[in-house]
T-cell receptor, first 115, second 114 residues
Framework: GQQLNQSPQSMFIQEGEDVSMNCTSS?????WLWYKQEPGEGPVLLIA?????ELTSNGRLTAQFGITRKDSFLNISASIPSDVGIYFC???????????????FGQGTILTVHP | NAGVTQTPKFQVLKTGQSMTLQCAQD?????MYWYRQDPGMGLRLIYY???????DKGEVPNGYNVSRLNKREFSLRLESAAPSQTSVYFC?????????????FGDGTRLSIL
């Protein structure tokens, strides 16, 4: 089946630093999503990307949908302690009726921010 | 503002016991999903229900069954629990049959099989 390779697996950074993580795939996705999961909770949607080349921001977060449709990245600027959590990329292969919204997830990036 | 509600939040079972995990959404979503999350492996789809009355296998369906009881509720059953099913289980829902609408997740059920 389809697989997403997410990197890095973990990051330890100082408050105020910028963060970058990415996902790559061997196959094409028509939608890329970025979720954040905090301890004891389910994933929460951060950013959704629907078109190749699209660059979207949500506060200090910026994500891009790669031109090849096989990759996406997420940047967090000026990190703060509450950015701590696990970040997941997810891809939707077919935006049409046959996909039924099934997502493929990356393995996650564990982010730790030191004050 | 409940969204997706999962019960129970925690459960410990013995090998061979059966268990049903409950999920309900109040957003009038058509599609619902069950995932398991294991360290270093992201979320893997167990079963999904594209609409009321339909269910289909995902990536890792073995050892599980599901029931789409009505539009709101989608349950996951372990008939004979095994230690390999120790995991965190997430239910999710989304609005449409197709399209690109994202999924919304519950807070998970943490299940340990001894």
């Amino acid at each position: 089946g389809q697989q997403l390779n997410q990197s890095p697996q973990s990051m330890f950074i100082q408050e105020g630093e910028d963060v970058s993580m990415n996902c790559t795939s061997s196959s094409i996705f028509n939608t890329w999503l970025w979720y954040k999961q905090e301890p004891g909770e389910g994933p929460v949607l951060l950013i959704a990307l629907y078109k190749a080349g699209e660059l979207t921001s949500n506060g200090r977060l910026t994500a891009q949908f790669g031109i090849t449709r096989k990759d996406s990245f997420l940047n967090i600027s000026a990190s703060i302690p509450s950015d701590v959590g696990i970040y997941f990329c997810a891809g939707l292969a077919n935006a049409g009726g046959t996909s039924y919204g099934k997502l493929t997830f990356g393995q996650g990036t564990i982010l730790t921010v030191h004050p | 503002n409940a969204g997706v509600t999962q019960t129970p939040k925690f459960q410990v079972l013995k090998t061979g016991q059966s268990m049903t995990l409950q999920c309900a959404q109040d957003m009038n979503h058509n599609s619902m999903y069950w995932y398991r999350q294991d360290p270093g492996m992201g979320l893997r789809l167990i079963y999904y229900s594209a609409s009321e009355g339909t269910t289909d296998k995902g990536e890792v369906p073995n050892g599980y069954n599901v029931s789409r009881l009505n539009k709101r509720e989608f349950s996951l059953r372990l008939e004979s629990a095994a230690p390999s099913q120790t995991s965190v289980y997430f239910c999710a829902s989304r609005t449409g049959h197709g399209g690109s609408q994202p999924q919304h997740f519950g807070d998970g059920t943490r299940l340990s099989i001894l």
